[in-house]
């Protein structure tokens, strides 16, 4: 089973949403919470994992909104 993902990422100038198994951003955002915002939905829709990059690329947060295998307790 592969693992649905968003991932919000910086391109150039602006920032995008990568969705696994792609390796092209379909629309440039000019602010990161622009395109954290529109990741957000799709990764909802999709049921999927929110990834969300820094600048430097590395993952600053992560949020799943499909079936979480380990769910908090509580």
């Given at each position: 089973?592969?693992?649905?993902?968003?991932?919000?990422?910086?391109?150039?100038d602006?920032?995008?949403?990568?969705?696994?198994?792609?390796?092209?951003?379909?629309?440039?955002?000019?602010?990161?919470?622009?395109?954290?915002a529109?990741?957000?939905?799709?990764?909802?829709?999709?049921?999927?994992?929110?990834?969300?990059?820094?600048?430097?690329?590395?993952?600053?947060?992560?949020?799943?909104?499909?079936?979480?295998?380990?769910?908090?307790?509580?």
């Amino acid at each position: 089973m592969t693992k649905k993902s968003v991932h919000t990422v910086q391109r150039g100038d602006g920032w995008g949403n990568l969705s696994a198994g792609k390796s092209r951003v379909p629309k440039l955002y000019s602010t990161k919470a622009e395109a954290q915002a529109a990741g957000r939905e799709t990764a909802i829709r999709q049921g999927a994992e929110h990834v969300i990059h820094n600048r430097d690329g590395r993952i600053g947060a992560s949020n799943s909104y499909g079936s979480d295998p380990f769910p908090p307790r509580g």
